[in-house]
């Protein structure tokens, strides 16, 4: 493909929606380069599932070429599926199930889907490089790196994720706020001497198991890849990077902020404590599934809910993903809104490179499209987490006592 360099974009963080648009941007032949602070691609676990949904799978077909896209799909989970909300003791309270259509619903593992984003960008990803401020010039911005070095772009755009660097300078108003919540996210194997430790039952249910306690509560969920990652990347892009496709169950015990004991960032053991003794009094599945943790997986993730953003700083200079509105994960709609910025800032572009637009004209646009959708989905996500884990005791009674006595027992404590 021919790329012209007389426009070009430089992008901060090669996460879910840096590593997209630098895809949609690629198809259409446009200079762009992607800074990202990790000395390697997969330096850090990133081990853990996520749920696409239709935004999230629209701009992944937008922006993919179709056999990576095509990957993303035989290498992600069966379409479908359920969310069960339980009881500690895994007794249903109500259930959502998903709709199975080609384009619907799914799981896929997070590591795989950011292999297939690097797919194709080879050269063109600069790692060790840790964005710190964009300078707005004459003839255009600088993105700016911790090192010293900077980079002139057309358009620069931040994706460098929850506690971004660039959004205090670019959206000075905005920025995200702390919750009361928090996480403790861990992955174990699904399979042991041949057997699924999820029960039959909930073999394709994601589990929100609530506590009777306000702020206490348990998610897990089993990610089965489709085909396996190894032979699927050698049939469509052999050489890069496949992860091993080893079927796991993800999970995360929910916690108040306040309960998180001084020094567990980062200490992994401490962390597996900390979710073995909040777990105690939950069924012994969930117990069995932080007692075999693997130990180099499990974070400590504090939930933050980013605010709107009145003013942006540097007319050609822009924000996506986490950077600008990180919200809880409840509803699995951060990514999938990260993707859909993704999508829609690559539109905006290569229409204005089209139509001759001017290219500020092209970023306010699609600030104004985003912010809405975006925000909408943080005060969807962050008021589920107050229903969901907040002290107010009738929902909470509802949820815990009410419900689970008028369903059957989903998993016999055996
Ligand atoms: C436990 C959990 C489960 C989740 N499940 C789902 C789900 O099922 N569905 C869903 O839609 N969402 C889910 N999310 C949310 C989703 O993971 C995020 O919303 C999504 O990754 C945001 O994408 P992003 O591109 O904005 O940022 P990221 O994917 O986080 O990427 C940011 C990148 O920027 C890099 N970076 C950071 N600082 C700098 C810097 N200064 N300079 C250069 N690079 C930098 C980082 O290293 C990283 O590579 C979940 C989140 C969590 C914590």
Same mark, same amino acid.
């Given at each position: 493909?021919?790329?012209?360099?007389?426009?070009?974009?430089?992008?901060?963080?090669?996460?879910?929606?840096?590593?997209?648009?630098?895809?949609?941007?690629?198809?259409?032949?446009?200079?762009?380069?992607?800074?990202?602070?990790?000395?390697?691609?997969?330096?850090?676990?990133?081990?853990?599932?996520?749920?696409?949904?239709?935004?999230?799978?629209?701009?992944?077909?937008?922006?993919?070429?179709?056999?990576?896209?095509?990957?993303? +799909?035989?290498?992600? &989970?069966? %379409? #479908?599926?359920?969310?069960? =909300? !339980?009881?500690? /003791?895994?007794?249903?309270?109500?259930?959502?199930?998903?709709?199975?259509?080609?384009?619907?619903?799914?799981?896929?593992?997070?590591?795989?889907?950011?292999?297939?984003?690097?797919?194709?960008?080879?050269?063109?990803?600069?790692?060790?490089?840790?964005?710190?401020?964009?300078?707005?010039?004459?003839?255009?911005?600088?993105?700016?790196?911790?090192?010293?070095?900077?980079?002139?772009?057309?358009?620069?755009?931040?994706?460098?994720?929850?506690?971004?660097?660039?959004?205090?300078?670019?959206?000075?108003?905005?920025?995200?706020?702390?919750?009361?919540?928090?996480?403790?996210?861990?992955?174990?194997?699904?399979?042991?001497?041949?057997?699924?430790?999820?029960?039959?039952?909930?073999?394709?249910?994601?589990? +929100?198991?609530?506590? &009777?306690? %306000? #702020?206490?509560?348990?998610? =897990? !969920?089993?990610? /089965?890849?489709?085909?396996?990652?190894?032979?699927?990347?050698?049939?469509?892009?052999?050489?890069?990077?496949?992860?091993?496709?080893?079927?796991?169950?993800?999970?995360?015990?929910?916690?108040?902020?306040?309960?998180?004991?001084?020094?567990?960032?980062?200490?992994?053991?401490?962390?597996?404590?900390?979710?073995?003794?909040?777990?105690?009094?939950?069924?012994?599945?969930?117990?069995?599934?932080?007692?075999?943790?693997?130990?180099?997986?499990?974070?400590?993730?504090?939930?933050?809910?980013?605010?709107?953003?009145?003013?942006?700083?540097?007319?050609?200079?822009?924000?996506?993903?986490?950077?600008?509105?990180?919200?809880?994960?409840?509803?699995?709609?951060?990514?999938?809104?990260?993707?859909?910025?993704?999508?829609?800032?690559?539109?905006?572009?290569?229409?204005?490179?089209?139509?001759?637009?001017?290219?500020?004209?092209?970023?306010?646009?699609?600030?104004?499209?985003?912010?809405?959708?975006?925000?909408?989905?943080?005060?969807?996500?962050?008021?589920?987490?107050?229903?969901?884990?907040?002290?107010?005791?009738?929902?909470?009674?509802?949820?815990?006592?009410?419900?689970?006595?008028?369903?059957?027992?989903?998993?016999?404590?055996?």
């Amino acid at each position: 493909m021919d790329v012209s360099t007389d426009f070009s974009v430089a992008i901060a963080g090669a996460g879910l929606s840096g590593l997209c648009l630098a895809q949609y941007l690629m198809r259409a032949g446009i200079d762009v380069h992607v800074y990202e602070r990790d000395p390697g691609p997969f330096v850090r676990q990133q081990g853990y599932r996520i749920i696409l949904d239709r935004y999230g799978l629209e701009a992944l077909r937008e922006s993919l070429p179709r056999p990576l896209y095509r990957l993303a +799909l035989t290498t992600g &989970d069966e %379409p #479908g599926g359920h969310v069960r =909300f !339980t009881d500690s /003791r895994l007794r249903n309270a109500f259930t959502i199930t998903f709709k199975i259509e080609p384009h619907a619903t799914r799981q896929v593992d997070r590591l795989t889907l950011r292999s297939i984003l690097m797919s194709g960008l080879d050269g063109r990803i600069h790692y060790g490089r840790s964005a710190v401020a964009v300078d707005d010039g004459p003839d255009g911005p600088w993105l700016r790196f911790s090192d010293g070095g900077s980079v002139a772009a057309s358009v620069v755009v931040g994706a460098d994720g929850v506690r971004s660097a660039l959004c205090r300078q670019l959206i000075p108003d905005a920025g995200p706020a702390n919750t009361a919540m928090a996480g403790v996210y861990g992955r174990s194997p699904l399979w042991r001497d041949g057997e699924s430790v999820i029960p039959e039952a909930l073999r394709t249910s994601g589990v +929100l198991a609530i506590a &009777d306690r %306000p #702020g206490r509560a348990f998610f =897990f !969920t089993s990610m /089965r890849f489709g085909e396996s990652p190894r032979e699927a990347f050698a049939r469509v892009t052999p050489g890069s990077y496949a992860p091993t496709g080893d079927d796991y169950v993800m999970w995360g015990m929910l916690l108040r902020q306040e309960e998180v004991p001084m020094g567990v960032h980062g200490n992994l053991l401490a962390l597996r404590e900390l979710a073995a003794r909040l777990s105690a009094d939950f069924h012994p599945l969930i117990r069995r599934l932080v007692d075999t943790a693997e130990l180099d997986a499990t974070v400590l993730n504090l939930f933050a809910a980013g605010r709107r953003p009145r003013r942006w700083a540097v007319p050609r200079a822009t924000m996506m993903g986490d950077a600008v509105h990180v919200m809880p994960p409840f509803g699995a709609h951060g990514g999938n809104t990260a993707l859909r910025d993704a999508a829609l800032l690559g539109r905006r572009l290569v229409e204005a490179r089209a139509s001759g637009e001017p290219v500020e004209d092209a970023i306010a646009r699609y600030q104004d499209e985003m912010v809405p959708y975006a925000f909408r989905a943080v005060d969807t996500a962050a008021g589920m987490m107050r229903r969901l884990t907040g002290d107010a005791s009738a929902p909470r009674w509802v949820l815990t006592r009410v419900l689970p006595r008028l369903h059957r027992v989903t998993v016999p404590e055996a």
